[in-house]
């Protein structure tokens, strides 16, 4: 699986557009890049994947530059809920991995008022 | 999304008793589980998987003997953290694969005084 590096903490204000960057250098051919947000004390919940380019649904953009070698995530506007822990995950989907998830540091975003 | 449950998601014990977690797959059938740890202010780590009908694979540096995972049918795994001391004390989070997606329990916190 491939080593993911992110920022250890971000700190934001409400409304504004926070963008969470993650370095993958070792990505391989088969491996879907993967975000996860976490609140203190519940479990991992699944925001975005994508493979290439730009992904957007409901939540949150995942742009992916053509060398994959990092990915961003975008949340738009943000509010005070969405003060987490957001975890960029790399491996490939369909070789067992969907579930077996190697978890880095994560990002620890704080929304300010 | 499918729905993954545990309980207690809180337990409390004393030193030296055995504790028992379950994670159910409420709508879906579960042949991979997974059980994972996460100590304060840091990331999840894998534990073991869980195999429906056959024995777990543990990740390096987990005692089988200490962390027991039964996995008798297609919606249950259960994880029994023996003769729990302080140091086992932490938040214990399952997830059940489901079409290559990982879908997380409320997690468990354990506290062993």
């Known amino acids: 699986l491939a080593k993911t590096t992110q920022p250890i903490s971000m700190d934001s204000y409400e409304g504004q557009e926070v963008n969470i960057t993650c370095s993958h250098n070792n990505i391989a051919t088969n491996d879907y890049i993967t975000w996860y947000q976490q609140f203190p004390s519940q479990g991992p919940r699944f925001i975005i994947q994508g493979y290439k380019t730009k992904v957007t649904n409901e939540v949150a953009s995942l742009f992916i530059p053509a060398d994959r070698k990092s990915s961003t995530l975008s949340l738009p506007r943000v509010s005070l809920s969405d003060t987490a822990v957001y975890y960029c995950l790399v491996g490939d989907p369909l070789y067992n991995q969907g579930g077996k998830l190697i978890f880095g540091q994560g990002t620890e975003l704080s929304v300010k008022p | 999304g499918a729905v993954v449950s545990q309980h207690p998601s809180r337990v409390i014990c004393k030193s030296g008793t055995s504790v028992k977690i379950e994670c159910r797959s409420l709508?879906?059938?579960?042949?991979?589980m997974f059980w994972y740890r996460q100590f304060p202010k840091q990331s999840l780590m894998l534990m073991a998987t869980?195999?429906?009908?056959?024995?777990?694979?543990?990740e390096q540096g987990v005692e089988k003997d200490k962390f027991l995972i039964n996995h008798a049918s297609l919606t249950l795994s259960t994880l029994t953290v023996t003769s729990a001391h302080p140091e086992d004390s932490s938040f214990y989070i399952c997830?059940?694969?489901?079409?290559?997606?990982?879908?997380f329990g409320q997690g468990t916190r354990l506290t062993v005084v």
């Open positions: 869980s195999n429906e009908g056959s024995k777990a694979t543990y």
């Open positions: 709508d879906f059938q579960a042949t991979t």
């Open positions: 997830s059940g694969e489901l079409n290559t997606e990982a879908f």
